[in-house]
């Protein structure tokens, strides 16, 4: 519900709006401005050079500008605050046709060198001196936002764009190969986080409203969270509040001569340039609005997590898990225990609600039916569609909430990457995931349907075979297996029951000391149960070994 009075807020754009503003055109469009009780006015600028100024004299409430021309204004006595990032580290450098040989920074010499505002002069002047070259020995020219344009026109060879958008836009309207030297690279920098494009406030504008720059945060967040998990649903909003970005891509009917003969065929016209700039920036929108340390060291998960939205890298254990069990067919509920930071809810999000409505978790009405629940005893960032709760798995309240978002029905699906905090006492450590596994287990006999599924963390240990035989007793089918995405180094693995069946006379408890009554039967103790065994994911090699 929108508060009564709405707070007129100015915000103004760093560039033209484009495709990399889309998560406050989605706030704004979603009334999630409104809710917080801001009325935002969204403004475009000419100059993008104007920002730091305009912001910095309170002539603009909140605005966006490149972290480098932050710091470049605060030089020059601007007193503005940035309070997140929209982009993180975006790609940066001189971009040109291909076919124009530019290989290196010193192949300026004799070239027509396009920047955008005067510290973008300073930025080439610079590395140009330190890869020693004389000033005279290229030209610079100041082409404002039409850097693309102006290497289209001929009136400069290369100039300053992001790899996502100046870049695949000169790919686009060209029809030729684009390359680009990263500034970073030429700097010997390593990264280009100064290129991410943060929120900026005056000092003053700042200080005196931190709860509206708080709820301009929080309203941006909860689009961004949008345009992470339904970028095409996204886009749409984005082309409804700006309609010239739609794709004017279309099929033709035109005839041509072929060999003297006239005949009807169909050709393609118009352009997707902005769809696909859009698409090329999703891996850039920064998830948390954070501008948060890059350990370029991270694995190639890490780095894959990134690119499509994931809050870390255990995303891949479960969709590969899923390509193998085919763990969603015929899945309408699915519960996520210990569930933070909540990747493997995002997988859950994706697929439960993949072409379905997304209701509103807040509401929790009957009528708009929540798919997908999740619990960590640490807070979570919210998640689209997935409702969230602050606790512990070992609790019957716990249990409770599960099935009230439900509304009565259980699960189909539940699943567990639970882990404790470790001791690094090897022996201890395992205890105690056994433990949660064994809690993990108890909740779910409250929880999941007959028949449902049960995916959890297990680590082979000497607890492994009473751990699967205790799991034997509640389903048809155990099974163990290693996701390629799961460090080889890692004893980790993750037991797919299927067929869940509570044992006659067995009722659901979670005080009782875990499953002690259907413990481990004489037989077994002389007999081990076998559970299979199977590695799923490209079984070329575990990550580690990539
Ligand atoms: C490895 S993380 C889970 C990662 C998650 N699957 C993802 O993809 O983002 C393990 C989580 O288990 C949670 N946890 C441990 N014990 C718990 C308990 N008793 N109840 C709820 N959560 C618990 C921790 O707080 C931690 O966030």
Same mark, same amino acid.
């Given at each position: 519900?929108?508060?009564?009075?709405?707070?007129?807020?100015?915000?103004?754009?760093?560039?033209?709006?484009?495709?990399?503003?889309?998560?406050?055109?989605?706030?704004?469009?979603?009334?999630?401005?409104?809710?917080?009780?801001?009325?935002?006015?969204?403004?475009?600028?000419?100059?993008?050079?104007?920002?730091?100024?305009?912001?910095?004299?309170?002539?603009?409430?909140?605005?966006?500008?490149?972290?480098?021309?932050?710091?470049?204004?605060?030089?020059?006595?601007?007193?503005?605050?940035?309070?997140?990032?929209?982009?993180?580290?975006? /790609?940066?450098?001189?971009?040109?046709?291909?076919?124009?040989?530019?290989?290196?920074?010193?192949?300026?010499?004799?070239?027509?060198?396009?920047?955008?505002?005067?510290?973008?002069?300073?930025?080439?002047?610079?590395?140009?001196?330190?890869?020693?070259?004389?000033?005279?020995?290229?030209?610079?020219?100041?082409?404002?936002?039409?850097?693309?344009?102006?290497?289209?026109?001929?009136?400069?060879?290369?100039?300053?764009?992001?790899?996502?958008?100046?870049?695949?836009?000169?790919?686009?309207?060209?029809?030729?190969?684009?390359?680009?030297?990263?500034?970073?690279?030429?700097?010997?920098?390593?990264?280009?986080?100064?290129?991410?494009?943060?929120?900026?406030?005056?000092?003053?504008?700042?200080?005196?409203?931190?709860?509206?720059?708080?709820?301009?945060?929080?309203?941006?967040?909860?689009?961004?969270?949008?345009?992470?998990?339904? /970028?095409?649903?996204?886009?749409?909003?984005?082309?409804?509040?700006?309609?010239?970005?739609?794709?004017?891509?279309?099929?033709?009917?035109?005839?041509?001569?072929?060999?003297?003969?006239?005949?009807?065929?169909?050709?393609?016209?118009?352009?997707?340039?902005?769809?696909?700039?859009?698409?090329?920036?999703?891996?850039?929108?920064?998830?948390?609005?954070?501008?948060?340390?890059?350990?370029?060291?991270?694995?190639?998960?890490?780095?894959?997590?990134?690119?499509?939205?994931?809050?870390?890298?255990?995303?891949?254990?479960?969709?590969?898990?899923?390509?193998?069990?085919?763990?969603?067919?015929?899945?309408?509920?699915?519960?996520?225990?210990?569930?933070?930071?909540?990747?493997?809810?995002?997988?859950?999000? $994706?697929?439960?609600?993949?072409?379905? /409505?997304?209701?509103?978790?807040?509401?929790?009405?009957?009528?708009?039916?929540?798919?997908?629940?999740?619990?960590?005893?640490?807070?979570?960032?919210?998640?689209?569609?997935?409702?969230?709760?602050?606790?512990?798995?070992?609790?019957?309240?716990?249990?409770?909430?599960?099935?009230?978002?439900?509304?009565?029905?259980?699960?189909?699906?539940?699943?567990?990457?639970?882990?404790?905090?470790?001791?690094?006492?090897?022996?201890?450590?395992?205890?105690?995931?056994?433990?949660?596994?064994?809690?993990?287990?108890?909740?779910?006999?409250?929880?999941?349907?007959?028949?449902?599924?049960?995916?959890?963390?297990?680590? $082979?240990?000497?607890?492994?075979?009473?751990?699967?035989?205790?799991?034997?007793?509640?389903?048809?089918?155990?099974?163990?297996?290693?996701?390629?995405?799961?460090?080889?180094?890692?004893?980790?693995?993750?037991?797919?029951?299927?067929?869940?069946?509570? /044992?006659?006379?067995?009722?659901?408890?979670?005080?009782?000391?875990?499953?002690?009554?259907?413990?481990?039967?004489?037989?077994?103790?002389?007999?081990?149960?076998?559970?299979?065994?199977?590695?799923?994911?490209?079984?070329?090699?575990?990550?580690?070994?990539?």
């Amino acid at each position: 519900m929108a508060p009564n009075k709405l707070k007129k807020t100015t915000f103004l754009l760093n560039w033209y709006a484009n495709p990399y503003h889309t998560p406050i055109f989605v706030a704004k469009k979603r009334g999630f401005y409104e809710e917080e009780g801001i009325d935002l006015a969204i403004m475009e600028t000419t100059n993008p050079s104007d920002v730091t100024e305009i912001v910095g004299s309170g002539a603009a409430d909140m605005g966006l500008k490149a972290m480098i021309h932050i710091l470049a204004a605060k030089d020059r006595g601007i007193n503005i605050t940035s309070m997140g990032a929209l982009l993180d580290e975006p /790609p940066t450098g001189l971009i040109f046709k291909k076919s124009l040989g530019i290989t290196k920074f010193t192949d300026i010499v004799g070239k027509r060198v396009g920047y955008i505002g005067h510290f973008g002069k300073v930025m080439i002047d610079d590395l140009a001196k330190q890869a020693g070259l004389s000033p005279d020995s290229y030209t610079t020219v100041r082409v404002g936002m039409n850097v693309t344009d102006a290497i289209l026109r001929g009136d400069i060879d290369t100039g300053i764009g992001f790899t996502n958008f100046q870049r695949l836009e000169l790919e686009e309207l060209s029809g030729e190969p684009a390359g680009m030297l990263r500034i970073d690279e030429c700097n010997g920098l390593g990264c280009c986080c100064f290129c991410s494009v943060m929120f900026v406030a005056s000092d003053n504008y700042f200080n005196k409203n931190k709860d509206t720059v708080a709820a301009f945060m929080r309203a941006t967040r909860r689009a961004m969270d949008i345009v992470i998990e339904y /970028p095409e649903a996204a886009w749409e909003d984005m082309c409804i509040m700006n309609p010239r970005l739609r794709s004017t891509k279309r099929m033709v009917d035109v005839e041509v001569e072929v060999e003297g003969k006239k005949i009807k065929t169909k050709v393609e016209t118009g352009s997707n340039v902005y769809e696909k700039i859009y698409q090329r920036t999703l891996p850039y929108f920064s998830r948390t609005l954070l501008n948060v340390e890059r350990d370029w060291d991270k694995d190639i998960f890490y780095r894959r997590a990134k690119e499509v939205g994931f809050r870390a890298r255990s995303a891949f254990k479960l969709m590969q898990l899923d390509d193998q069990f085919n763990l969603f067919q015929n899945v309408e509920r699915a519960v996520d225990l210990c569930a933070a930071p909540g990747s493997w809810s995002q997988v859950l999000s $994706r697929k439960l609600y993949h072409n379905r /409505p997304i209701p509103n978790v807040e509401s929790n009405s009957a009528a708009e039916q929540i798919r997908v629940v999740s619990v960590d005893l640490q807070e979570m960032a919210p998640i689209p569609g997935v409702a969230l709760i602050q606790g512990d798995i070992t609790s019957t309240k716990t249990a409770e909430q599960i099935i009230s978002y439900f509304h009565g029905q259980k699960a189909e699906i539940v699943v567990c990457d639970g882990a404790p905090d470790v001791t690094g006492v090897h022996d201890i450590d395992e205890y105690v995931q056994s433990e949660l596994l064994l809690a993990a287990m108890n909740i779910t006999t409250f929880v999941l349907a007959p028949g449902g599924s049960f995916v959890a963390k297990i680590f $082979r240990c000497k607890h492994y075979e009473f751990l699967a035989a205790q799991l034997n007793i509640f389903f048809d089918e155990v099974t163990c297996a290693k996701p390629q995405s799961s460090r080889a180094s890692s004893n980790e693995h993750f037991v797919v029951c299927r067929g869940f069946k509570l /044992p006659p006379g067995y009722k659901p408890v979670m005080t009782s000391p875990l499953l002690s009554m259907y413990g481990q039967p004489e037989e077994m103790k002389r007999d081990p149960v076998l559970i299979s065994f199977l590695a799923c994911g490209d079984l070329s090699c575990y990550d580690e070994d990539q």
